[in-house]
């Protein structure tokens, strides 16, 4: 324990108490004795003094440290991982954290976009240095002047590093943000994709001023809410894999939001270009069936509608049964909102079933994608009332010879 008015390591004067809510250090204002940075600063000691703890906490200083210069983590200035309690010394953030300052996101879409790709360039920042954070949320992101910086690398993880953390550190993490597979094989191995489980449950927190447990869309645009559902999957690989194409998705999200481009317009032209290279030479670029799907879930529903009707059947064949089939995740979580809004004619229930065979029916789509093609087949003709899409769900149900596949449909 460091006391108001002690001085710590013959450097620096505690003139009080920053904040004590971290689990494993506590924060304190402090003056240096001599010299100065130019700048406020606070020291952050390891409060916990079991082996383990300090263990960490003195791999949380190194890691910070090795970021030294980087505008984008927060600036740490001096260490002191010999002195009891081990300390660090950081830049103090007057504007606080994005927690603090979400009041003045609601309703401002340009800077929700701001801050959210600030936040995808900072733990870009990490990953590029092989580093996953494993603990984001929004009291990790601290504001300077508009800037953000992200902080608390307790439970950081090098890919790669032999520093490892005990059975007992499997639940460590902030409840709400913690994606599953933590819970299930411990987080000694971290992805990009927990990461970006991490950032959705941010991003919503930030959106909505709720707790992150269960996302719900009520007042969050739709773009946006896909956004959210995408990264917060409880399956790692139906997630976003690489901060590249959560970025894409938010800056196509917020074109529509804020008026920068007509979405139906650029969708349109990308997919007379897919057409066009299914007619001519039966095959198209995957990073062009990317970028649709891409603009195709940041639509607003009615222009979902009007686009999907234009979507050739062939473009689902190729999808289930080429090496593309990785986007049927994307695109079935886009369609799953078209199914849902009814706002289709009833004859259109005939193609959605249609469209879904087609996915069910592929030789390179997963079983869990194969019950969820049925489940929106379904809905839409139950929907619609239309008994010829009833008959095309019939059909699928009745190839079933897998029998893990058959329990999924008996779920459903």
Known sequence: MINLGSIV??????????SDAGGMGTILFVTQTSGAYGFPVVLKYCKNQ??????????EVRLLSSFHGNSKIVDVVDVGLEYEPPYFV????????LFRNIPYLQGDSARQENLFLQMIDCIEELHYRGVFH??????NFLIIGGHLVVSDFGLSTEIGSSTGFTRSSLYWGTQGYIPPEFLTGGFRNATPSSDIFMLGKTMYVLLSNRSPMYPVPDGIAPQLFFIVERCCQIQPERRYQVLADLRQAIVSAFDVLLGRADGIGRAKQLLSQISDALVREGRCNPADISGLITLF?????????RLSCELPRQLFTLLANTGMSDQLPRLLSAYSHLVESKGYGWSYAETIAENMREIFSGTFTSNADKGIALDLALKASIY???????DICRGMITRIFDEDLGFRVARV
């Open 384 to 390: 619609m009332n239309r008994f010829a899409a009833m």
């Open 9 to 18: 390591d013959g450097k620096y004067l505690v003139d009080g108490v920053c």
């Open 297 to 305: 879930s940041s639509l607003d529903v009615d222009d979902m509608v």
């Open 134 to 139: 494993r603990d984001i949320k929004p009291q």
């Open 50 to 59: 079991s082996e383990e703890e300090l263990a960490r906490f003195r791999r």
């Open 90 to 97: 950081m830049r103090y953030y007057p504007d606080g954290d």
